[in-house]
Nanobody
Framework: QVQLVESGGGLVQPGGSLRLSCAASGSIFSIFAMDWYRQAPGKQREFVARITSGGITNYADSVKGRFTISREVAKNTVYLEMQLNNLKPDDTAVYYC?????????WGQGTQVTVSS
């Protein structure tokens, strides 16, 4: 089992920045990739960014050059982060942390990001 807890969402003006965090605990040794997804009102959940246990990253075209995903392992916790720069109103959504392990996939509870003037 893996537990995921996100933090860092909020309200920001267009062009602003936020940093999202996700703490993964439990069977972290089994995790081989972690992702951020987002879901805007009335839309399907969509992929945003991924980082593998080897540090390989990839991004949705809509966020390339603006968002940066990273991860750090400390003791019994994996810290997944994402820096969101030059935010746009279209980035408004609930952002979810996701972990893929050798056993299953796990989701966090989500954190709201609202970009508005």
């Amino acid at each position: 089992q893996v537990q995921l807890v996100e933090s860092g969402g909020g309200l920001v003006q267009p062009g602003g920045s936020l940093r999202l965090s996700c703490a993964a605990s439990g069977s972290i040794f089994s995790i081989f990739a972690m992702d951020w997804y987002r879901q805007a009102p009335g839309k399907q959940r969509e992929f945003v960014a991924r980082i593998t246990s080897g540090g390989i990253t990839n991004y949705a075209d809509s966020v390339k050059g603006r968002f940066t995903i990273s991860r750090e392992v400390a003791k019994n916790t994996v810290y997944l982060e994402m820096q969101l720069n030059n935010l746009k109103p279209d980035d408004t959504a609930v952002y979810y942390c996701h972990a893929t392990s050798s056993v299953s996939g796990y989701w966090g509870q989500g954190t709201q990001v609202t970009v508005s003037s």
